[in-house]
Nanobody
């Protein structure tokens, strides 16, 4: 069983930056793909980014490409999401998730393990 705990959310003005962290325990961290998803107010959960295990291959939603960077430290069992040039539309609850396998990595339903989420609020 994998447990995930996010931290680093908060409130920031548009144009600012935040770094989210997600600490994992249980399982072999380096073998898991780690994903970040967000749920804007009143909307469905949406894909933000993922990073694969040992290869470090990453992918991003078009809406965050060039502004957000996902990274991982397998020695610390932690994945990060560096968010720059934040916009009000980035507001939402950000959750990290983990899974094994290599298909449907942008699909939240394909991830069995989830953190509790952390709130990010960007004001204009």
């Amino acid at each position: 069983q994998v447990q995930l705990v996010e931290s680093g959310g908060g409130s920031v003005q548009a144009g600012g930056s935040l770094r989210l962290s997600c600490a994992a325990s249980g399982g072999t961290f380096s073998m898991y793909t780690m994903g970040w998803f967000r749920q804007p107010p009143g909307k469905e959960r949406e894909f933000v980014a993922y990073i694969r295990g040992t290869s470090g291959i990453a992918d991003y939603a078009d809406s965050v490409k060039g502004r957000f960077t996902i990274s991982r430290d397998n020695a610390r069992n932690t994945v990060y999401l560096q968010m720059n040039s934040l916009k009000p539309e980035d507001t939402g609850v950000y959750s990290c998730a983990s899974r094994q396998g290599y298909i449907n990595l942008r699909t939240s339903g394909a991830y069995p393990y989830w953190g509790q989420g952390t709130q990010v609020t960007v004001s204009s």
